[in-house]
């Protein structure tokens, strides 16, 4: 139905949303049978060179998006206080994201001039699509037609986006250009659709996908350097614009400490200052940039608070009787019927609870706004990041002591604290003693006692650790003070005072080295102390008020309620507390305490290292000097070098009597692990090794000597990977079997997914046996021939573990934009399977006369990850190549490997 109206309209427009309406009945012999109402709006959107235009006025959209979340999105209301928000920071636009939104939302912006982004339910972040079955690209092409012809009228309807991150999700090392070439293609036919079913629109994009190679009027991008800002749209030749970018909605305080330095670990507000920071610069270049579409990710949910709809004393956890409740459930009854909003679903209250603002900004808003308001950017508290503040010195002790230990010599206290560099006296005179109350025994405590009485009257340091809710009768006893120590689990510290300026014990000390959120273990403190009397004492640091494991890597339909309610749920408590007793410094201490071993455990050493330093602990001179011999040292390489062997052989006689079999057996062990498993054979104890140790760290290694052992318990003869390529396995075979598939098939380590190797554990099966030893890969690769297992080595399989831990988790994609994708890959003749963290994930069951590629994708999760590789052996002289591949080339040095957990 076509009619002409010259000057009868007013347009449509973001500041006057004038709209109309047309109903269409259908008479049949003078009766109604039929009619129809539609709503519409006189405007034009149009593309002029590289500019959008509206009413033939150039325009910059200026717009936000999110997720449909769900109930609390299911009503006008919300979309009116969407809008109202957008619209509040200066904005004029949204893109309703990764899905066909309820038509209401269609409405509303044509009420409140609102131009709309639609776009599809093609998502290709969520999910990997099927890009080679026909019925994909099918159901692509049937639902964005529906959608084009459900929404077309809508005057606010700005353009169309027909996918998301489609092309982004192809870039990985192994896209073929012919994959590539036929993705572009059916996507551009998506494009074909839209303009046929809508010739009145010019805006086709592809969110994320940039221009699919000049093939879209618009370019899109998503999380792109801002500094390239300028040169795309000069390239490009047409509209430009961001749909998505910033850390908002996956920026830890790590990375929010790019741009708010230090203080971003300090608090969710000081977070998200540094988002943002990071928001007011985005958006800035994206203006200067002349850029037609200007966004953010986003206003909605990250811009704001969640609020606690229908719960007041936000101190206590919220309970199924808070919230905003609707009337009863009506069975029969059409439409969706929400019973209960509960408290925190939401940051918007468009009426629900009259106690509570329409909104409530976090920093992040003001920034959008600044930018967002008309004749901005306006000044802004975000407009620079912020300068790092100098960080202190450790203060200088003119006379360290050595420390007096209290408690279990073999426990986690003593070694944790041996492993940080400090150094102990037996003797009971030393003016610094450390009591770990923990694993005291009944003469330790006497002993404590009287040592503590005589340094309350000569002055001196009592460090006081290992406190538990069972310390609190002897703490009475020893410091003549109620406390109380209770439950409270953290995983970051701060400081109890101001930033760095709270005592010289701690004030050297950045906030990120209190920050283990985000480690494999990230429990840094798991009870809280509180006095009485809490005027007689200095607390030094205490627990971080949120906790930032509620949002690290969390999925975003709940981090942000889950975060700010730990805020509020769970006050900060002391970790570290000063009290000045006699002419004695006392300190008690509730901070976790490690062995510090492992490689994930390297930030707590450091931690333990610098406080005991600072209060005045003697610190061995070589800590974290590199290439010095210790018992963490592989036998292998001790009895390579003459003096380290001569050292070893004084304190343990029987290394004379070693046999060159006995010697193969027992390289790739360390001496600890050796006294573990022979400890009385060999007459070693933990003081026996400790002075082992004390001599070897003064023998370098042999200079340019590969399998380096640092001080600090940590030695490359044990990783797995160098660069890319897998050199370092735990390995364990021969077990004889029949044809390929029959030994695939065999679990010959009594359950593969539950396998846990370590070095020298033995494997029975049957009359046979297999230890797992370390294996180390040639130029080649893994040559089966010279692993030292017993026969047979044809018609027989082997396997391979290692470890990888990862800073980030790879198993979610919508933990974060732009993740690595790491690959796996293998270059053999047989066959082979893999598991990752006990899962199977690839199968190879073929034979092949010349060696084929394989590759899976690893799948990581954050921290510690267990590769086993089965490998099925015909072939005497039998090669298997492994190496990791990534879309990222930064990422594979930032994972750290070992053969053994």
Known sequence: ?????????????????????????????????????????????????????????????????????????????????????????????????????????????????????DESAIWASHAQFNYAEPITWERFY????????????????????????????????????????????????????????????????????????????????????????????????????????TIGYFGTPKHAAEFAGDLAYQSVEDRMTGVAIETYGQLKAQLNADFSYLSVFNLAWYSLQPLPLGHTHLENAPTAENGIFFSDYQEGKPGVQPERLGPYCTTFNPGYDPGLPLYQRWPMFDAIKAVYSPGGPLPSPYEAEIEALPQKPLPKIEQ????????????????????????????????????????????????????????????????????????????????????????????????????????????????????????ENPIIQRYGVRFENPEKTTPLLKSCSCDWRKWNHQAETSKTGAVFRSEKEHPAVNALVQLNRGKARILLSTIEMREHRDLSERKGKNLWHKLMKAAGAQIDANFEKDAVFSTYTPAGEILKNPQATAVVKRFIPMVGMLTAEMIAEIQSFNIRELAKMHGRLLLLNSKKLDKIDQVLSEIPLTPGQSNRTTNDGFNEYRQALDGN??????????????????????????????????????????????????QQAGPDGFRFTEMAFEDPKDHSASYLSFYLNSPRGLDHLLIEPNLPKLYLNLETTGCLRVWLNGTEIFTQDAISAEAIKLHTPLLLEKGTNHILIKVVNLNTDYIVRAYLTSSHEDFIPTLDSSVER
């Open 1 to 117: 139905i076509e009619t002409t109206v010259p000057e009868k309209l007013l347009q449509w427009d973001i500041e006057n949303p004038n709209l109309y309406a047309v109903l269409v009945s259908l008479e049949q012999d003078g009766k109604t049978t039929d009619c129809k109402y539609t709503r519409f709006g006189w405007r034009e959107f149009k593309i002029k060179d590289s500019d959008f235009y509206l009413n033939d006025r150039k325009v910059q959209i200026k717009a936000d998006s999110w997720h449909f979340m769900g109930i609390p999105q299911m009503t006008r209301r919300y979309a009116f206080a969407w809008y109202q928000a957008i619209k509040d920071a200066g904005g004029n636009g949204v893109r309703l994201h990764a899905m066909p939104y309820p038509t209401f939302y269609l409405e509303v912006a044509d009420e409140m001039g609102i131009c709309v982004l």
């Open 142 to 245: 049937t639902h964005v037609s529906r959608l084009v012809r459900r929404d077309r009228n809508y005057p606010s309807v700005m353009g169309w986006s027909v996918e998301n991150e489609v092309r982004m999700e192809l870039d990985t090392p192994f896209l073929t250009e012919e994959t590539y070439e036929m993705v572009k293609e059916k996507v551009c036919k998506l494009r074909d659709i839209v303009r046929e079913l809508d010739p009145t629109r010019d805006w086709i994009s592809g969110d994320g996908s940039s221009d699919w190679d000049g093939e879209f009027p618009v370019s899109i991008l998503h999380y792109e350097n801002k500094e390239n800002y300028p040169d795309i749209k000069r390239e490009d030749g047409k509209p430009v614009g961001v749909g998505e970018c």
């Open 400 to 519: 360290p002591e050595p420390v007096t230990f209290f408690g279990d010599a073999n426990g986690i206290h003593y070694q944790g604290l041996k492993t940080a560099g400090v150094q102990f006296n037996d003797k009971q005179s030393t003016s610094f003693i450390y009591a770990d109350l923990a694993s005291l025994s009944l003469i330790q405590k006497w002993r404590l006692k009287r040592r503590m009485k005589a340094l309350l009257k000569n002055g001196g340091t009592i460090f006081l650790s290992g406190l538990t809710p069972a310390s609190e009768p002897m703490m009475g006893k020893l410091i003549g003070e109620q406390v109380e120590i209770f439950e409270r689990e953290a995983s970051s510290l701060v400081f109890a005072g101001e930033y760095a300026n709270t005592d010289p014990l701690v004030d050297h000390f950045l906030l990120s080295e209190f920050y283990f959120s985000e480690d």
């Open 725 to 774: 390529q897998i050199i370092r396995v735990l390995a364990a075979g021969f077990f004889a079997g029949t044809d390929c598939k029959a030994m695939l098939n065999a679990d010959f380590l009594n359950g593969e997914s539950d396998a846990a190797p370590s070095l020298g554990a033995e494997i029975v099966q049957d009359n046979f046996s297999a230890t797992w030893q370390i």
